[in-house]
T-cell receptor, first 113, second 114 residues
Framework: GESVGLHLPTLSVQEGDNSIINCAYS??????FIWYKQESGKGPQFIID?????DKRQGQRVTVLLNKTVKHLSLQIAATQPGDSAVYFC????????????FGAGTRLAVHP | KAGVTQTPRYLIKTRGQQVTLSCSPI?????VSWYQQTPGQGLQFLFE???????NKGNFPGRFSGRQFSNSRSEMNVSTLELGDSALYLC?????????????FGQGTRLTVV
């Protein structure tokens, strides 16, 4: 279903630690998933994506894990930096040829020095 | 390569007025989607355009409409504005419809209805 984000959960980490942000998606027909980062006053910024035929994908300092059995997605950020502080959204796209994204509620990541 | 450009960045309108927002996608991208972002509802899909045709529509009233031009630029219109329409309106640009197509967002237009 559509996301409702009344109260954003917050993950607080120390600079240099690894961060893990979790997301439960809703539609078993979704076959493409994206993580976005949104800083204050800006639009969502693409971080990494994964297709449903994969269970792991790595980028620079980021890894996305997909567990289709329990409809769970996670974003791992290695050696978290103050610049990583933002709100992170997962998004799912249903197979079928359209670009409609269903967004999760978002998680605020706060990185402390 | 220029990113997604949305204009204007900020707007203040009065209840009952109408507003038009503009989005220029990344060069070569032909699919444009619109989203509304509010603190209460998060990011919600409004509609998607490809080849000047609306391909998909979210659960918004008919006061929300849009169109796409032959150069892929898109506009969305909200008529008879309500206080609850105050939001950040985001445009996303993709090469074409379909899974595995990355969507890139613009900075958004912040609409305030008073």
């Amino acid at each position: 279903g559509e996301s409702v984000g009344l109260h954003l959960p917050t993950l607080s980490v120390q600079e240099g630690d690894n961060s893990i942000i979790n997301c439960a998606y809703s539609n078993s027909a979704s076959d493409y998933f994206i993580w976005y980062k949104q800083e204050s006053g800006k639009g969502p910024q693409f971080i990494i994506d994964i297709r449903s035929n994969m269970d792991k994908r790595q980028g620079q300092r980021v890894t996305v894990l997909l567990n289709k059995t329990v409809k769970h997605l996670s974003l791992q950020i290695a050696a978290t930096q103050p610049g990583d502080s933002a709100v992170y959204f997962c998004a799912e796209k249903e197979s079928g040829g359209y670009n409609k994204l269903i967004f999760g509620a978002g998680t605020r990541l706060a990185v402390h020095p | 390569k220029a990113g997604v450009t949305q204009t204007p960045r900020y707007l203040i309108k009065t209840r009952g007025q109408q507003v038009t927002l503009s989005c220029s996608p990344i060069s070569g991208h032909r699919s444009v989607s619109w989203y509304q972002q509010t603190p209460g509802q998060g990011l919600q899909f409004l509609f998607e355009y490809f080849s000047e045709t609306q391909r998909n529509k979210g659960n918004f009233p008919g006061r929300f409409s849009g169109r796409q031009f032959s150069n892929s630029r898109s506009e969305m219109n909200v008529s008879t504005l309500e206080l609850g329409d105050s939001a950040l309106y985001l445009c996303a640009s993709s090469l074409a419809p379909g899974s595995g197509t990355e969507a890139f967002f613009g900075q958004g237009t912040r609409l305030t209805v008073v």
